[in-house]
């Protein structure tokens, strides 16, 4: 026991500079709620989330926003997983729990870097036939993009940092933080 | 199964196998471009980004070089973006890299593509790039005992065998891909 909780990361110790804090999370997910809630006006909105890493920012946003919404989750296996040896190939964990066909769909995202994720999704998702498919992401880091994808409603644009907190990971830890933190380098680069 | 090209780096192949597993299409190093040359006209300088994504008509240069080290590189993609104006060239650090070994868990092999220590190895059974790894940037992250299990390690030393041994470990500027190719070739024949 003693052992293992030495492995455990010290959540605050380990965040070497808050790169954004709560209350400002929190003035722009409400200032994203607003222009979603006007952009959509007369209509509805479907929310889909990509787990796990946007699920506090899912469930903060959906309440920041004033017209109906619905709200469906999907989970991509990542690469580097426990199935990238089985299959080699992307799966679909979670797949929508029902239709989005001819509704406006909104994919919500903690972070974008690669966009490699998100380029499968937008493929696979438009197969299903929405109505509309954008696309909101709380974090943009542009310098790691490979693949270019177009952002409707961005968050925060971020240096070239690795960043936890607000749903983001490290080794499944720190999603709990309340605020976007960079994580110290030493706990994830050799001397 | 499709043969997989020869890859002069283990990041290359890495990338590759990361493109697949999001289903982008990729060609390696499908086009040359001249960048400079002689006054008989002869092409001196030229420079093959390493991977082409037709899907999304964007050429991609991976170096994993210190960051020190890429200055040539940087003064030749400018040079390629200055005669080529429409072609689109993203350019990918060695951090960038080893950052997008971090995010997906393969804390081993983001210690260990670097330079010489990730050039090939190759399993010829199958065809596939096998990587040479060294033990995982923290010992809290990921079990020594594991990484060893899955690379290359010389007892005794977090270095991979080939560079415990007493090979180069510097890698000069101007000569990583050759060397890297050299290397891959002898590995071939032996």
């Not at chain 1, 989750?73 to 929508?96: C, F, N, P, Q, W």
């Not at chain 2, 593509?113 to 790039?129: C, I, K, T």
Request: hydrophobic share 40%; net charge positive; charged share 25%.
């Amino acid at each position: 026991m003693a052992e293992r909780a030495a492995r455990l990361p010290d959540l605050r110790a380990d965040i070497g500079e808050i790169l954004i804090g709560e209350e400002e999370i929190q003035a722009k997910v409400r200032e994203l709620g607003a222009q979603i809630s006007a952009d959509y006006a007369d209509s509805s909105v479907t929310l889909v989330s990509v787990l796990k890493g946007s699920l506090p920012f899912m469930a903060d946003l959906m309440r920041a926003i004033s017209i109906p919404v619905q709200i469906d989750l999907m989970e991509v296996s990542s690469y580097g997983g426990a199935t990238t040896e089985t299959s080699g190939l992307v799966r679909i964990l979670k797949d929508l729990s029902s239709s989005i066909a001819g509704k406006d769909v909104l994919i919500v995202e903690d972070i974008i870097d690669t966009g490699l994720t998100l380029n499968y999704l937008l493929r696979y998702l438009r197969g299903k036939n929405p109505s509309s498919l954008r696309i909101c992401a709380l974090l943009d880091k542009p310098a790691r993009r490979l693949v270019e994808i177009p952002i409707d409603y961005t968050g925060f644009s971020i240096p070239d940092e690795f960043v936890v907190g607000y749903g983001l990971d490290f080794g499944e830890y720190y999603r709990n933080l309340p605020f976007i933190g960079v994580l110290r380098r030493q706990l994830y680069e050799t001397a | 199964m499709i043969e997989q090209p020869r890859f002069a780096h283990a990041s290359e192949a890495e990338l590759a196998r990361i493109l697949d597993y999001y289903g982008v299409r990729w060609e390696y190093e499908p086009r040359t471009f001249p960048i400079m040359w002689g006054l008989d006209g002869k092409v001196v300088e030229s420079f093959s980004p390493d991977f082409y994504l037709p899907d999304l008509d964007v050429f991609i240069e991976l170096t994993t070089l210190k960051q020190s080290l890429v200055r040539r590189k940087n003064r030749k993609l400018r040079r390629l973006r200055e005669l080529y104006p429409d072609i689109r060239v993203k350019l990918f650090y060695g951090k960038d890299f080893r950052a997008l070994m971090l995010k997906y868990g393969r804390f081993d092999l983001a210690a260990s593509l670097s330079g010489l220590e990730g050039q090939l190895s190759v399993d010829r059974a199958n065809a596939r790039p096998k990587l040479a790894v060294v033990v995982a940037a923290s010992p809290v992250l990921a079990e020594p005992a594991q990484a060893a299990s899955t690379g290359e390690i010389a007892p005794g030393t977090s270095q991979p065998a080939s560079i415990a041994a007493g090979s180069r470990r510097r890698v000069s500027r101007g000569s990583r891909r050759r060397r890297g190719r050299r290397a891959y070739a002898a590995r071939l024949s032996a």
